[in-house]
């Protein structure tokens, strides 16, 4: 489009009293190649007025690319989205007014410099254009039967989408379906109920817009969302090819491997593990495997396989409640029955605290505190149970007729990456160690089977034991495969009611996901983006960066190695941005041309120093807003630029810098690791690792290495980040001034 140019700048909030605004309208009007009257100033542009004043402009083709000069493009979004229109907002607020002494010489600048930034921004943007693809799919694909699957197939059904519902059994249900009984969900919370899942089956069953396949499994999954074709196999025999728009994996646990427990007397003719008393709960009396007597002291072993590092190191949620209900079991069904549970700690949130009082005002139940040292023979088909650190300091040995080991919960996702995992090892050494490998190994079942050249399984998260990566943190069920949710017990460890909230959730994350999909637009977490990486793939060197490093395996390549785009799959994070050496991918309203313009247009002073920061939007930019909120100072001579994710960062950007006299240049990006995520969840990570390698692009310059640098930072530590930057600062400093300055 022909853009018609304004600026716009508040004098509220204290912008007015900051800054001498006759030489910013100067500036303004040089950077926006506009006559100094075409600039707008009001004492509140978020207001009616102010807002009635750039709607006028834009009436009649006027207006059609506004700089806004006022507040942090976090806020007011609402009063300033203008659609059809560039909106380059500038952050003279947050970043100045609230944060910088007032009507001095540095302020000044600072408020310039931001000006002809977002002058700059204005005018290599453009609106972008939804991409809807044809032919889209609006069912929803359910991977599991379980709980977890049969309620997201429910609220998906219920909000009025076809359902596809997979289950690899022959019946519907999972685990939840052999259960004998379970725990109450109802005050007082002390009467066992019979499984929900019984319920969910038979609403499953009458839904006319569920679609259910059993003893069927994932053959291969291809395509996009809105666009998948997933092949179905029953049986091991015929195929099915269906189209979906999204998937829910929803493939459940399986018990932990109780042959490796023989500390704990697993092997033994009567001990047994909590998936295993079930089976006997059912039949009736409880009795023991060995010889069919009815058992009358049934002892219980908390955290059997979980909470040990040499096993599971994490809790597996719903063992401790299991193990309260099965004594309950034994109870009910013989009122001079003793039970015995040994525990690390009792593990019992929300409401399900009620039951446990319950079962500790039960006379014939004893809970202790203990470490379970050891599981013997008594005789007679008994069993000794020794157990240390009690609450009575002593050591214990009690006879029980019975033990149950309160099995931990592995993941379906984990076996299938564990796998995956060695054979890339084996890989690496050669094809003769991969081949072997591939020989000797049995291979698990697989969940997906996708089509992907980052590989068939939704990545698992890194050393986390199988659990799939869903970015807890930030966007929970959200895989890195986009349009593909994980829910329940593959997420991570949970029982039946959470399993069924967590079901919703992933349900309604499906849905979003079709949504944007048929209107063209990000899936997440930039939702409202309807821009797109538009590669010049006639400069494209296959040098394969970009399919190697987009975290969203969103990037393909054909026959001949060249990259090319599953758009659906992209959420627009610009990673590909970063990793292209000829920095071919663009986006219309954010590209390298862009920032590297913005530098370039700072003015850098022979005195004084002059640092630029390129700041993610996600969390060190919220951040940085909370600093100028509560108007803790930050040093004047620091430039701020937002940019989507570290990961979009190129590092032509370094010379860029240094090149036109910056002192310094600090990025400021999400914390990266398996206990807090970056909201594009490989970002910061990619950039630190890129930025490891910037020595080679400095020494060209002849400047110290330290002059770049990355900080993590959390959305929480806005009162830690002045320290931070002035650290820096002061480590630049004592570099002296950048040699290029001036030139």
């Known amino acids: 489009?022909?853009?018609?140019?304004?600026?716009?700048?508040?004098?509220?909030?204290?912008?007015?009293?900051?800054?001498?605004?006759?030489?910013?309208?100067?500036?303004?009007?040089?950077?926006?190649?506009?006559?100094?009257?075409?600039?707008?100033?009001?004492?509140?542009?978020?207001?009616?007025?102010?807002?009635?004043?750039?709607?006028?402009?834009?009436?009649?083709?006027?207006?059609?690319?506004?700089?806004?000069a006022a507040c942090s493009p976090r806020v007011k979004y609402e009063e300033f989205n203008f659609p059809g229109c560039v909106v380059s907002r500038i952050n003279l607020?947050?970043?100045?007014?609230?944060?910088?002494?007032?009507?001095?010489?540095?302020?000044?600048?600072?408020?310039?410099?931001?000006?002809?930034?977002?002058?700059?921004?204005?005018?290599?943007?453009?609106?972008?254009?939804?991409?809807?693809?044809?032919?889209?799919?609006?069912?929803?694909?359910?991977?599991?039967?379980?709980?977890?699957g049969l309620t997201a197939a429910l609220e998906s059904a219920n909000a009025g989408y076809q359902v596809v519902l997979v289950e690899k059994e022959a019946e519907l249900g999972g685990w939840g379906a052999k259960l004998y009984k379970q725990t109450p969900r109802e005050y007082p919370y002390d009467r066992l109920e019979e499984p929900a899942v019984i319920a969910k089956i038979k609403e499953v069953q009458g839904n006319g817009n569920i679609k259910v396949y059993t003893s069927t499994t994932v053959e291969k999954t291809e395509g996009q969302p809105g666009l998948y074709d997933v092949t179905l196999r029953k049986n091991g025999g015929s195929e099915t090819i269906i189209k979906a728009g999204a998937i829910v994996?929803?493939?459940?646990?399986?018990?932990?491997?109780?042959?490796?427990?023989?500390?704990?007397?697993?092997?033994?003719?009567?001990?047994?593990?909590?998936?295993?008393?079930e089976e006997i709960a059912k039949k009736g009396k409880i009795t023991r495997p060995s010889d069919g007597?009815?058992?009358?002291?049934?002892?219980?072993?908390?955290?059997?396989?979980?909470?040990?590092?040499?096993?599971?190191?994490?809790?597996?949620?719903?063992?401790?409640?299991?193990?309260?209900?099965?004594?309950?079991?034994?109870?009910?069904?013989?009122q001079d029955a003793m039970v015995f549970i040994y525990y690390k700690d009792i593990r019992t949130p929300g409401q399900t605290e009620l039951f446990y009082k319950n079962m500790q005002n039960d006379a014939g139940v004893l809970l202790t505190k203990a470490d379970v040292t050891g599981i013997s023979e008594a005789g007679g088909g008994n069993l000794f149970v020794e157990a240390e650190n009690t609450f009575l300091g002593e050591k214990i040995k009690v006879e029980a007729d019975l033990v149950v080991l309160a099995i931990g919960v592995v993941p379906a996702t984990?076996?299938?990456?564990?796998?995956?995992?060695?054979?890339?090892?084996?890989?690496?050494?050669?094809?003769?160690?991969?081949?072997?490998?591939?020989?000797?190994?049995?291979?698990?079942?697989?969940?997906?089977?996708?089509?992907?050249?980052?590989?068939?399984?939704?990545?698992t998260l890194e050393g986390a034991y199988g659990f799939a990566d869903s970015n807890f943190i930030c966007f929970q069920y959200e895989t890195r495969r986009t349009g593909i949710y994980a829910a329940g017990?593959?997420?991570?460890?949970?029982?039946?009611?959470?399993?069924?909230?967590?079901?919703?959730?992933?349900?309604?994350?499906?849905?979003?996901?079709?949504?944007?999909?048929?209107?063209?637009?990000?899936?997440?977490?930039?939702?409202?983006?309807?821009?797109?990486?538009d590669p010049l793939m006639t400069r494209c060197t296959s040098c394969k960066r970009c399919t190697e490093e987009c975290p969203f395996g969103a990037i393909e390549e054909d026959a001949k190695g060249t990259p090319f785009f599953k758009i659906n799959r992209c959420r627009r994070c610009g990673t590909c941005m970063g990793s292209c050496p000829e920095r071919i991918v663009s986006f219309k309203d954010y590209h390298v041309d862009m920032i590297g313009s913005m530098i370039k247009s700072l003015d850098v002073p022979d005195e004084g120093i002059r640092i630029i920061c390129l700041v993610c939007e996600n969390d060190a930019y919220p951040a940085l807003d909370t600093a100028g909120f509560n108007h803790i100072q930050m040093h004047p001579g620091i430039r701020f630029i937002p940019v989507r994710c570290l990961g979009s960062t190129n590092l032509v950007w370094v010379a860029d810098a240094f090149s036109r006299?910056?002192?310094?240049?600090?990025?400021?990006?999400?914390?990266?690791?398996?206990?807090?995520?970056?909201?594009?969840?490989?970002?910061?990570?990619?950039?630190?690792?890129?930025?490891?390698?910037?020595?080679?692009?400095?020494d060209k310059l002849q400047l110290e290495a330290d002059r770049c640098n990355l900080m993590q930072v959390a959305i929480t530590d806005y009162d830690k980040l002045p320290d931070m930057i002035n650290e820096f600062i002061k480590k630049v400093e004592a570099f002296g001034p950048n040699p290029f300055k001036g030139m």
């Open 414 to 459: 984990a076996a299938p990456q564990q796998y995956l995992d060695k054979l890339a090892v084996e890989g690496k050494k050669g094809d003769e160690a991969k081949k072997t490998f591939l020989e000797s190994t049995a291979k698990p079942e697989m969940l997906l089977n996708l089509v992907y050249k980052q590989g068939p399984e939704i990545p």
């Open 249 to 277: 994996l929803a493939a459940g646990w399986k018990p932990y491997d109780a042959t490796r427990l023989t500390h704990l007397g697993y092997g033994l003719p009567n001990v047994v593990t909590s998936v295993e008393f």
């Open 93 to 148: 607020r947050e970043l100045l007014s609230w944060n910088q002494t007032p009507n001095t010489a540095d302020t000044q600048n600072l408020a310039e410099d931001y000006v002809r930034m977002g002058a700059i921004r204005a005018q290599k943007s453009e609106v972008p254009e939804p991409n809807i693809l044809p032919d889209l799919s609006k069912t929803i694909l359910v991977i599991g039967g379980g709980i977890t």
């Open 661 to 698: 006299g910056i002192d310094g240049l600090l990025l400021l990006g999400c914390k990266f690791g398996e206990n807090y995520q970056c909201h594009f969840v490989k970002g910061s990570e990619l950039a630190d690792y890129r930025f490891s390698k910037v020595q080679e692009t400095l």
């Open 489 to 533: 017990c593959i997420r991570q460890p949970m029982n039946m009611a959470d399993a069924a909230d967590d079901a919703a959730g992933a349900a309604l994350k499906a849905i979003q996901c079709l949504e944007h999909v048929s209107q063209g637009i990000a899936v997440h977490p930039r939702a409202w983006d309807a821009s797109f990486p």
């Open 293 to 334: 007597k009815e058992a009358k002291k049934v002892a219980f072993i908390q955290c059997a396989g979980s909470r040990d590092p040499e096993h599971l190191p994490y809790c597996s949620s719903f063992c401790c409640a299991t193990s309260l209900k099965q004594a309950k079991y034994v109870r009910e069904k013989n």
């Open 1 to 68: 489009m022909e853009k018609k140019y304004g600026v716009y700048i508040c004098k509220g909030c204290g912008i007015g009293e900051s800054v001498d605004m006759q030489k910013l309208i100067a500036q303004a009007a040089k950077a926006a190649k506009l006559p100094a009257d075409k600039i707008k100033t009001h004492d509140i542009l978020c207001s009616p007025e102010g807002i009635a004043l750039i709607s006028a402009d834009m009436k009649d083709g006027g207006v059609n690319a506004m700089t806004i």
